[in-house]
């Protein structure tokens, strides 16, 4: 690719908390003064995954529920690059919901932002897994991301923003990004982004929300606390947001490159690799 596709108009509908969402990503890649053409975003389907069209970095728009392996593919083929996978709750914790889980016991060096909005937007508003009880004539239990993340134990960042906490998500973002670009590990941020068409969750959300990190006591480096603190938060009918979770575990990379030299990074040319190339020919002779 030789030329960057040029940012488009998003197209969500005017209130959509996608658009908090691409507006603290933006300020967070900016101050953190990450070079757009080394950044890659992938984006799931649904109304969320359109993001990856509105920034000026390469995108690519994955298939349902499978952003996270074409997100961990780019990091192994190029760990220098800033890999970002982003999409809704719908692709993440219902079509996607085991490449989730294993995303986070292999720990690649990516961030992963999950808008969730209790709803499939884009197909006009059936229940998702993190659906409130009543929602569409739902009647089960909400999916915790933040609880199945802190279970993983080799998962070494779990966070949650709101779009209406802008200061907050920021801060998130950059956190995130921070840990997956000195190849620490799967740095994941499940972000409250309400559907205001089909679920419009702000007023409940904007009570509901309890930052972790407003208590200056809070350890995030604790696991077991971690866990134990967003869980009573829920059964108290509130939401736990903020850095719940910071840790250590072997990045994929590490695991899966060892000292070899990743295949983005490697000298390819036919004629400084004749050599080579003639002697697997005579393999398939
Ligand atoms: C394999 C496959 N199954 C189903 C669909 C239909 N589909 C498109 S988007 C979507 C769900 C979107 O919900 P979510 O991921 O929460 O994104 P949102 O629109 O809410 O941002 C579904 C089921 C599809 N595109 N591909
Ligand atoms: S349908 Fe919902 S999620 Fe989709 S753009 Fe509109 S407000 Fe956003
Ligand atoms: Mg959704």
Not at 34 to 48: K, L, M, Q, R, Y
Not at 117 to 131: D, F, H, V
Not at 150 to 172: D, E, H, K
Request: with cysteine; hydrophobic share 35%; charged share 20%.
């Amino acid at each position: 690719m030789t030329e960057y596709f040029k940012p488009v108009t998003p197209i969500w509908c005017p209130g959509c908390g996608d658009f908090g969402v691409l507006a603290a990503l933006k300020k967070a890649l900016s101050e953190l003064k990450i070079p757009p053409h080394e950044t890659v975003i992938v984006g799931g389907i649904g109304c969320s995954g359109h993001i990856h069209n509105d920034l000026l970095v390469y995108g690519y728009h994955a298939l349902h529920g499978r952003l996270l392996t074409t997100a961990t593919a780019i990091k192994l083929a190029n760990p220098k690059l800033t890999v970002i996978a982003a999409g809704g709750d719908g692709d993440g914790y219902a079509i996607g919901g085991n490449h989730f889980i294993h995303a986070l016991r292999r720990n690649p060096s990516i961030v992963y932002i999950v808008m969730n909005n209790g709803t499939y937007g884009l197909t006009k508003g059936q229940p998702s897994p993190t659906a409130q009880v009543g929602y569409e004539g739902t009647q089960e239990i909400p999916f915790e991301p933040v609880l199945t993340a802190l279970s993983i134990r080799s998962s070494t960042f779990v966070a949650r923003g709101f779009s209406g906490n802008q200061p907050q998500l920021v801060y998130l973002f950059k956190e995130a990004l921070n840990h997956a670009n000195s190849l620490k590990g799967f740095a994941f941020v499940d972000v409250l982004s309400p559907c205001v068409t089909y679920n419009d969750t702000y007023a409940v959300w904007r009570k509901a929300v309890v930052d972790v990190n407003a208590d200056k006591n809070y350890d995030y480096t604790d696991r077991k606390k971690a866990f134990e603190t967003a869980l009573s938060i829920i059964e108290s009918g509130g939401i736990p947001t903020g850095l719940l979770y910071k840790g250590e575990s072997k990045s994929f990379e590490q695991m899966m490159l060892h000292d070899s030299t990743p295949m983005a990074l490697q000298n390819l040319s036919p004629e400084q690799n004749l050599e080579k190339y003639k002697q697997l020919l005579t393999r398939f002779k």
